[in-house]
């Protein structure tokens, strides 16, 4: 089974907002309510951002927010700081696999 | 404090077998789904296999299925992955993972993770 597709790298400046896409299938992305964002820096373990397309788990900071439409999930930093220069995950339940993580995204803070 | 240790992983040969570990402290593991998550170096993220609480479900990638096998003890707190017939392919960071769902059921969301073991695979 394909990863889930998110683009490489996206930028952006402190302050702006950015937003990382997540496309996959009515039988992942498009079908499920669990669609989960991950936050990792280089050498260290994921950290969960996003549950259930638009849930945060407390301590995460407002800033990160989920949405979805149709068969692509988005994850929106709002407010960019130096600290969010990180790689993020997208991962979904589907029909066939309890979790499918994404191609992942370098966000680059200009 | 929550918290997530693997052990186990290191070089083996092609072909071979390995046994990862995690121990589990801070919460009542018992609860818990449990996954393994691995990172093959400069690489994403690929979900490797999952538990239920009381071991009745069981899931796996279809690139590990009949050569990896997750466990659990919860009397002891752990998870394990037996992995056999192991391939170049497999040489990867390997991640304990807990689903946050606890006792309503799996969430398919990773709320604690260890800290990783590495496994290299020589061909």
């Known amino acids: 089974q394909s990863a889930l597709t998110q683009p490489a790298s996206v930028s952006g400046s402190p302050g702006q907002s950015i937003t990382i896409s997540c496309t996959g299938t009515?039988?992942?992305?498009?079908?499920?309510?669990?669609v989960s964002w991950y936050q990792q820096y280089p050498g260290k373990a994921p950290r969960l951002m996003i549950y259930?397309?638009?849930s945060r788990p407390s301590g995460v900071s407002n800033r990160f927010s989920g949405s979805r439409s149709g068969n692509t999930a988005s994850l929106t930093i709002s407010g960019l700081q130096a600290e969010d220069e990180a790689d993020y995950y997208c991962?979904?339940?589907?029909?066939?696999?309890?979790?499918?993580f994404g191609t992942g995204t370098k966000v680059t803070v200009l | 404090e929550v918290h997530l240790v693997e052990s186990g992983g290191g070089l083996v040969r092609a072909g071979g077998s390995l046994r990862l570990s995690c121990a589990a402290s801070?919460?009542?593991?018992?609860?818990?789904?449990m996954n393994w998550v691995r990172q093959a170096p400069g690489k994403g993220l690929e979900w490797v296999s999952s538990?239920?609480?009381?071991?009745?479900?069981?899931y796996y990638a279809s690139s590990m299925k009949g050569r990896f096998t997750i466990s659990r003890d919860n009397a002891k707190n752990s998870l394990y992955l037996q992995m056999n017939s192991l391939r170049a392919e497999d040489t990867a960071v390997y991640y304990c993972?807990?689903?946050?769902?606890?006792?309503?059921?799996?969430?398919?969301?990773?709320?604690?993770w260890g800290q990783g073991t590495m496994v290299t695979v020589s061909s």
């Open positions: 993972a807990r689903d946050r769902g606890g006792i309503v059921g799996a969430t398919y969301a990773f709320d604690i």
């Open positions: 801070g919460f009542t593991f018992s609860t818990y789904s």
């Open positions: 538990v239920s609480r009381s071991s009745d479900y069981i």
């Open positions: 009515s039988s992942d992305v498009g079908g499920y309510d669990y």
């Open positions: 259930d397309v638009n």
């Open positions: 991962c979904s339940y589907t029909s066939s696999s309890p979790s499918l």
